[in-house]
């Protein structure tokens, strides 16, 4: 159905068209109408009045329900034991009994006329689920992910627990313990302890600390105990895995290392060692590869600035001696400014991205 303004606008270049030497039909294909329609838009007035097809009466269909019959449609529907029965299950239930008034959608239509038309019974309507919150890191303690993961000991069916926390800015491993079962006292001891060593009383703002819905995670005494430290909890969609991406991520670098042991831990002094050394590692020495191959803790520090900009010096200068081997730009060492969890827009990321250089701009 074409508008009012459609159609003048069509006419009108279709006429104009015409006077300039067009045929008529060839104008009319053009505008994707037909010469027929334009005939009858004239000759209806469809050039002033608009399509008159929403206000048209037209009659009632033949076998559609009498008054009579719309009442006790209605008041089948209003009966007490019909009170939470939504119509799908109401016109079965009367078939059983030999009672046919009206069709499931002619019910729909009744009880929509009459207002009705809300869910029945007690349950709420279904909702669709909303993407996950987006955080947003542009400097160290601002964004926090932590999950717990299972180490295998040597005895079959015993598990030793590892509970991480890392700084999604920095990729840094800024908290973590062993122990030998899976609580919330564990959980709640990390990240009071992983808040003090980071100095986060001093902060203005508090970082958010993003989990899965693992019941430790989300036990009261640790929610008590982020209240306390002034840490926003922040959790994943259910049965969604890519969520806590960071934090799986990790998980998977700390078990395909060469030093993880194939066949299990012997004992849980073994695994605090090996998480140990593997922390120290992580932090220190890997060069990670999201933050432009800096350690964490250089990224985490500062320090990873001004080793990047000594790389881009380099390969300039490399460039400058033998031009002929670059046939682009050098190797991309600049500094990665913000990083998201979980960009429910990408357009969020980028307004951040640009308010923030604004004010480095400002500030500088």
Sequence with gaps: ????????????????????????KPACEVAGI?????QRWRAQQGLTAGDGRPQAVRPVPRHALSPQERAALLAIANQTRFASVPPARIVPMLADEGVYLGSESSMV????????????????????SKPPTTHIATAPAQVWCWDMTYLPAQV????????????????????????????????LHLVRRTALAEGIAALAVKPVLHGDNGSTLKATTVLAMLNWLGVKPSYSRPRVSDDNAFAEALFRTAKYRPEFPAKGFETLDHARAWAAEFVHWYNHEHRHSS????????????????????????YQQAKARQPARWSGKTRNWSHIEVVSLNPERETMVSSHTHADQQSQLKAA
């Design 109 to 128: 239509r009744v009880l929509k006329a009459a207002g009705q038309n809300a869910r029945r019974g007690r349950a709420k309507a279904p909702r669709a």
């Design 291 to 314: 933050i432009r191959y800096v350690s964490p803790e250089q990224r985490h520090s500062g320090q990873d600035k001004a080793i990047l900009a000594a790389r881009h010096a380099l």
């Design 156 to 187: 079959m069916g015993r598990w030793f627990h590892l509970y991480l926390i890392l700084d999604l800015y920095s990729r840094k491993i800024v908290g973590a313990e062993v122990h030998d079962s899976d609580d919330s006292q564990h959980a």
């Design 1 to 24: 159905m074409i508008g009012l303004e459609d159609r003048q606008a069509l006419a009108l270049d279709i006429e104009q068209a015409h006077a300039a030497g067009a045929r008529l």
């Design 34 to 38: 037909d010469v027929r329609t334009l």
